[in-house]
């Protein structure tokens, strides 16, 4: 055994050195396997070339040799200083844009550039583009991209702006339509293969110039539209500031319009996409543009309605087009006077001319701009509102406290022998009216103020199923009902209607308020004597019928728009919006500040007025209706002691 290893040795040191002492030969294809077909012999795995697989590859299908590539190989033993590999002989064009791009020049300057390997895989192993093998296949072109692009500290270190491209990437509607087999756009389909060049440069694909080029590669009707309206002509021109394809969809993570993470989804439109130019101070100052045109729109129940994440109410693109956004000056605008009635039409059939006729974006509080009507109204009822609800707690915080400072002694009754003061009647419209306003005042000021804690459990499903106005509408019939049940109470019953005749205000209610508010500033001993309806009552029912009255008329108005609109100038609706808005506001504090205090808070039925549940008065009511029980406490004789009495 030793002498054959000794002898085997010995043939291969002698073949070793015949063959160093020889001159060099030229060797075939199948002697570069020979040796390169196992590590062990090349001993480095990069330099292993199989025959077979090497048949596989794009180069060996296409009968390559390794000295095509290899120049300066072709003799053994190789020659230390033999030319290093050149892609460029072949791939000259590709080497070239190579070179004059970022990647190129990170390379040139010993940084971390791809080379051709990095993106088409070991050159002994390359495939066809199309074979799903390969790293630069649509499916994995994105990972190959990644393995730069994803590292945090590559991108630090090179000046990369975006440090996380991929992962956006793959969450878009395009990586989903490549996962899929489809053709859709991909690293390279914007970005270009070899002659990437950085966003900056006007030379390149993805320069906001360019950019409706690029984009148009695939979406040719799109683009046509887009380059035909203010945004593309303004692009074109230069004006940076004008929106092209990326800053309405987005760049790499772009996802469809069905989508509710995508800028363009219904209910993003105009916060995330229109109001980020329209919106902005310094581009709207800059090119003349409505300042306020966002802020009246989100105030709209257009506008309110997309807050709360309604998909089918309209939003900017539905008025003024998508891709074809034309001044309203132009004829084909679908904002043009001529075109209104169409445009609207598509939600609000029937509705006629009238959307011609009036403002629009117009907040009520602009005085240059809003009818005169809609800013009168608002005007009085801000006025209406401080002076009423300011007089109602001025009122009550002096009651409280002369209340307090002189307490009202009654004697107790007990709950049998106490009188009727709300019959059954009264007490089912009095319930069907609480629940019905709270509902009412939770699902209307849902629409105004969406972003509220208290909003967002009504309003999760509003994206699809439209409950809060379902809620809003429902609780407003629920009123109207207890009204008319209240009403043909009234009809049939003639003690309660004569207790409605009671309500009527007279002199004498104005009296009682004087005296009473003597008594609250310590100008009288006592307080008046407190008739079976009091002006505190009275003023409150009035109210709520008068408050009901106009909000039911301003809410059909708005309820049934179409026919409102086709029927009624637009400044009817806008005041009918402003009247409606603004009562809900004096309502909802009357009932805070004035009912509450009644019910709850004032010392005679502390802590609740239970005739709204039995019907039966509290004592301290009666104590306040009936002259010889008022008598108040610091004026109570005192008790003589038994040996007095006696």
Known sequence: MLVRFLSSGAVAAGGLLLALALPATAVGQSECFDCHGSVDNVGEENLVVAAEPWEATVHGAMGLSCTDCHAGKADYPHEDDAPALACGDCHGDA???????????????????????????????????????????????????????????????????????????????????????????????????????????????????????????????????????????????????????????????????????????????????????????????????????????????????????????????????????????????HIAPANLAATCGTCHPGAGDSFAIGAVHVLPQDRDSAHPAVYWVRMTYIWLIWLVIGGMLLHNLMDLWRKGRSPIRFVDIPKEERRIRMPLGFRIAHALTAISFVLLVWSGFALKYPEGWWAVPLLTWEGTLGVRGWLHRGAALVMLGAFAFHFVHLAVDRRARACIFGMLPGKQDLLELRDKVLWMIGRRPSPPHSPALNYAEKAEYLALVWGTLVMAVTGFILWFENWSLANLPKWASDVATVVHFYEAILASLAILVWHFYAVIFDPLVYPLDTALIDGREVPGRTAERTASAIEPKERRPKDPGPAKRA
């Open 95 to 333: 080497v070239e844009a190579l070179a004059a791009s970022p990647h190129g020049r990170m390379q040139a300057d010993g940084g971390r550039g791809p080379d051709c390997a990095s993106c088409h895989g070991p050159v002994h192993r390359q495939v066809a583009a199309d074979d799903p093998a390969s790293p630069i296949h649509p499916t994995r072109l994105a990972e190959t991209c990644g393995n730069c692009h994803s590292d945090p500290e590559l991108a630090a270190g090179s000046g990369l702006r975006l440090v996380q491209p991929i992962a956006a990437y793959t969450g878009s509607i395009h990586a989903r339509a490549v996962a899929r087999g489809e053709h859709a756009a991909t690293c390279s389909a914007c970005h270009g293969a070899h002659d990437i060049l950085p966003s900056a440069d006007p030379a390149s694909s993805v320069h906001p110039s360019r950019l409706p080029e690029t984009c148009g590669a695939c979406h040719e009707a799109v683009t046509t539209a887009f380059i035909e309206s203010v945004h593309g002509k303004a692009t074109l021109k230069g004006i940076r500031e004008s929106p092209t394809c990326t800053d309405c969809h987005g760049e790499h993570g772009i996802l469809g319009p069905a989508d509710k993470g995508s800028p363009v989804y219904a209910s993003n439109v105009p916060r995330l996409t229109c109001g980020r130019c329209h919106g902005d101070l310094r581009v709207t100052d800059k090119f003349g543009m409505k300042a306020d045109a966002v802020t009246a729109f989100e105030d709209s129940f257009h506008g309110l309605a997309s807050r709360t994440g309604s998909v089918t109410v309209a939003n900017c693109a539905s008025c003024h087009g998508v891709h074809d956004i034309l001044p309203s000056s132009d004829p084909r605008s």
